[in-house]
């Protein structure tokens, strides 16, 4: 039975790394992305010559919105582990409703991220979009 532990304690590392790594990646792809316009504004085409700014407009609000829930699932990691902790301290949950719970919460992270690298994808379709228009005009 130990090794099957050691083995879940593997995997549960490896989950929890992949998705720390994914988090991490996607604050410098989304900072990147906001550097990226500024530099095309700035470099390739100013405001004053730019066309269907609300491309450019829905790209930042959306790479916005990416970053804000970022920091919110960092913030709900940090809030499961500690409802983890004191579960396993106060030891009034079997491993099975533990397992559960810990399942119940992961879930919430997973749907944040989802919905993260969602709102990203679309932030680089608006990007694509307004500078392909931006660059052919």
Not at 33 to 59: H, R
Not at 69 to 92: F, H, M, P
Not at 112 to 136: A, E, H, P
């Amino acid at each position: 039975m130990s090794e099957n532990n050691d083995y879940r304690a593997s995997l549960e590392h490896a989950i929890s790394g992949s998705e720390d790594d994914f988090e991490k990646n996607l604050v410098y792809l989304s900072a990147g992305s906001l550097v990226l316009s500024i530099g095309f504004i700035e470099k390739i085409v100013p405001m004053d010559n730019a066309k269907y700014t609300g491309f450019l407009i829905v790209w930042w609000c959306l790479i916005a919105l990416t970053l804000l829930l970022n920091l919110a699932s960092y913030l709900i990691s940090a809030d499961n582990g500690t409802k983890a902790r004191e579960d396993l301290d106060n030891d009034v949950l079997d491993d099975k409703e533990r397992y559960e719970k810990v399942k119940s919460r992961n879930k919430t992270i997973r749907k944040v991220n989802w919905t993260s690298y969602t709102l990203f994808s679309l932030g680089i379709i608006s990007m694509i979009i307004y500078c392909s228009i931006n660059v052919v005009i």
